[in-house]
């Protein structure tokens, strides 16, 4: 039997909202509750293909398995802008063929993890990251305000995961001879990025931003006991260069280190997933890829917002410009109606009389 003074719960029809829940939801949200939550019209961004983009919860525990390894796209964007950025790559990327995408979820801000999925991850990245960056430039597809860099990610391993790192390896030597890019006297050099958790200090986010000279997250990367860490600076570029030699040779292609004009670049970027551990993911690009530019003090992938054409001016700026060009226009007609008014009262002064006959 119910509480004395309880109003009974009427049970609500099929497809309506309970009376008693809509009010609960009105309270707490502040607002109407929709007549019919079942249809209500999603406001999430949308991606080219009509889906929103899904963070793919669980691949941060495939992505530190030894034994395993994933494919994608790493691309960075402003901060704090990494929803907007997520949609806008998908686009770019889909449209160059990408096939299905997943988002890895990251702690780190201004940098994403797209994993291709299934068998459409078969296709080489780096070819799929330089026909999206062919078309933005072309502009055929439009670019990004958000999105700053896509390059490619043909394998993903621990820190401390020798085979992982020796299997990505391999496969960036491997695709890069079938892009007819690699051949012997090959010109190497390897880019390192450290993306850190917001919360971890500055020097050590700012670690990794130059390809040249000290690292200053290298100080950050080592334990009380001085020992490097797996994904110290130093220490993992000098493994992935010493891989890449191996499978190079292994494949009959002998190449040179030149940081000053490479031919052959690969991109080491080390993610953090959590406050302790890291997941490295590993890319590669030749020359005729077109998705790396060698400055005075670096190499970098290419930049994508310096290809997207510049964003249309706001609306709210337009109107004030209307705004002051027509009341520019007013002040001018007044001022020559006033001058029209002035010379004809100063003709009327200086007419002469008339004689009388």
């Given at each position: 039997m119910s509480p004395r003074g309880a109003k009974k719960r009427q049970k609500a029809p099929r497809g309506d909202m309970d009376p008693d829940v809509k009010r609960a939801a009105e309270a707490q949200m502040r607002r109407h509750a929709p007549d019919d939550a079942e249809n209500v019209e999603s406001k999430r961004a949308k991606t080219a293909d009509g889906g929103a983009p899904r963070f793919a919860y669980a691949a941060l525990k495939s992505l530190l398995a030894k034994g395993t390894s994933s494919r994608g796209f790493i691309v960075t964007c402003a901060f704090n802008r990494e929803k907007s950025a997520t949609v806008d790559a998908m686009r770019v990327l889909a449209a160059a063929g990408s096939g299905v995408l997943a988002v890895a979820k990251l702690p780190c801000h201004g940098v994403l993890l797209l994993l291709r999925q299934g068998d459409e991850g078969d296709e080489d990245a780096a070819r799929v990251a330089s026909r999206a960056v062919a078309s933005v430039r072309a502009a055929p597809t439009s670019g990004s305000r958000f999105v700053e860099k896509i390059y490619p990610c043909s394998g993903t391993f621990a820190p401390d995961d020798d085979d992982g790192l020796d299997e990505a390896c391999a496969r960036v030597v491997r695709e890069a001879i079938a892009r007819g890019g690699l051949t012997s006297g090959a010109r190497f050099a390897a880019t390192y990025n450290r993306r850190?958790?917001?919360?971890?200090?500055?020097?050590?986010?700012?670690?990794?931003?130059?390809?040249?000279?000290?690292?200053?997250?290298?100080?950050?990367?080592?334990?009380?006991?001085?020992?490097?860490?797996?994904?110290?600076?130093?220490?993992?570029?000098?493994?992935?260069?010493?891989?890449?030699?191996?499978?190079?040779k292994a494949s009959g292609v002998d190449i040179v280190v030149d940081l000053k004009r490479p031919n052959f670049v690969v991109f080491i970027e080390v993610l953090a997933t959590s406050t302790s551990e890291h997941v490295v993911a590993l890319g590669g690009s030749i020359a005729e890829d077109d998705l790396y530019v060698v400055k005075s003090a670096r190499i970098a992938p290419v930049s994508i917002c310096a290809l997207t054409s510049k964003v249309e001016t706001p609306k709210w700026m337009i109107a004030k410009e209307e705004k002051r060009l027509a009341a520019e226009?007013?002040?001018?007609?007044?001022?020559?109606a006033n001058h029209a008014s002035t010379k004809t009262t100063d003709d009327v002064a200086n007419a002469q009389p008339i004689p009388q006959s």
């Open positions: 850190v958790r917001p919360r971890e200090p500055r020097s050590a986010a700012l670690g990794g931003a130059s390809e040249d000279g000290k690292d200053p997250s290298d100080a950050a990367a080592k334990s009380g006991d001085g020992a490097s860490k797996p994904y110290e600076r130093d220490s993992l570029r000098t493994r992935v260069a010493s891989s890449i030699e191996k499978a190079c226009k007013a002040a001018a007609a007044v001022a020559a």
